[in-house]
C-alpha cells in the first residue's frame, strides 16, 4: 500500500538555524498538509497546500515557516530561524481530490532544537 | 469553526474487556468525523470514518463507532480489547468550509492490563 514518507525521523538543530523537513506524498495525491504535535499535546494543523500553493494556514504557521513543492514529489517545510518552542513532531500528510477522503500521515520527523 | 472534545486522557481497561473512548464534537455543518490510532514512534494510522449513509462504521482492528448527530459524538468501540490495542487514539472532524483539514481532539491514551 503506497504510504507517505518522511525524512530524517529525527532532526536536532541549534536555536536560530534553518531546518528543511521533507516529505514525499502519496503520487496520485494532490492535497498536502503539515501537522505538528508537542510531546503531550494534541495534534495541531499548520497548513495546507494545494495547486502549488498555500490553501489555508494557521496562526502558529508565521513568517518563520514556508513551505514548497519543488518538485513533482517532494514537499518541504522550512523553519527559518528555530526556536526551542518549535521542537515537536512534525507530520506530514496527503488526500486524494475527494473532500471527505482520510489524510495519510507520514511517520512523522521529530524536531528538537536545543 | 469545528472542534472535538474526547472525554478522558486516560482509559485503562483490562484484557478482554470493553473498550469505549468518547468523542463529541462540534460543527455548523454535516461533519466528516474521523479516528486515527498511533502507536509510539509512529504515524497516524486511519481506523475509521464517518462520511455519510449508515451511522455505525466499522473499522480495522475489530473497532466500530456510532455517528450521533442528536448528541454530536462519535464514540469509539471494541467489544473486547486485546494488549495491542493499547496506544494513543485521536478523533478528528472536518467538513464545512474547513478547507479539508482535520480538526483533532486531544487524544486518549488506552492502557490494556493483563
Known amino acids: 500500500e503506497p504510504e507517505v514518507t518522511q525524512t530524517p525521523s529525527h532532526q536536532v538543530t541549534q536555536m536560530g538555524q534553518e531546518v528543511i523537513l521533507r516529505c514525499v506524498p502519496i503520487s496520485n495525491h494532490l492535497y498536502f498538509y503539515w501537522y505538528r504535535q508537542i510531546l503531550g499535546q494534541k495534534v495541531e494543523f499548520l497548513v495546507s497546500f494545494y495547486n502549488n500553493e498555500i490553501s489555508e494556514k494557521s496562526e502558529i504557521f508565521d513568517d518563520q515557516f514556508s513551505v514548497e513543492r519543488p518538485d513533482g514529489s517532494n514537499f518541504t517545510l522550512k523553519i527559518r530561524s528555530t526556536k526551542l518552542e518549535d521542537s515537536a513532531m512534525y507530520f506530514c500528510?496527503?488526500?486524494?481530490?475527494?473532500?471527505?477522503?482520510?489524510?495519510?500521515f507520514g511517520n512523522g520527523t521529530r524536531l528538537t532544537v536545543t | 469553526a469545528q472542534s472535538v472534545t474526547q472525554l478522558g486522557s486516560h482509559v485503562s481497561v483490562s484484557e478482554g474487556a470493553l473498550v469505549l473512548l468518547r468523542c463529541n464534537y462540534s460543527?455548523?455543518?454535516?461533519?466528516?468525523l474521523f479516528w486515527y490510532v498511533q502507536y509510539p514512534n509512529q504515524g497516524l494510522q486511519l481506523l475509521l470514518k464517518y462520511t455519510t449513509g449508515a451511522t455505525l462504521v466499522k473499522g480495522i482492528n475489530g473497532f466500530e463507532a456510532e455517528f450521533k448527530k442528536s448528541e454530536t459524538s462519535f464514540h469509539l468501540t471494541k467489544p473486547s480489547a486485546h494488549m495491542s490495542d493499547a496506544a494513543e487514539y485521536f478523533c478528528a472532524v472536518s467538513g464545512g468550509n474547513q478547507g479539508g483539514k482535520l480538526i483533532f481532539g486531544q487524544g486518549t491514551e488506552l492502557s490494556v492490563k493483563p
Open positions: 460543527s455548523s455543518v454535516p461533519p466528516y
Open positions: 500528510a496527503s488526500r486524494v481530490t475527494e473532500y471527505n477522503s482520510p489524510l495519510h
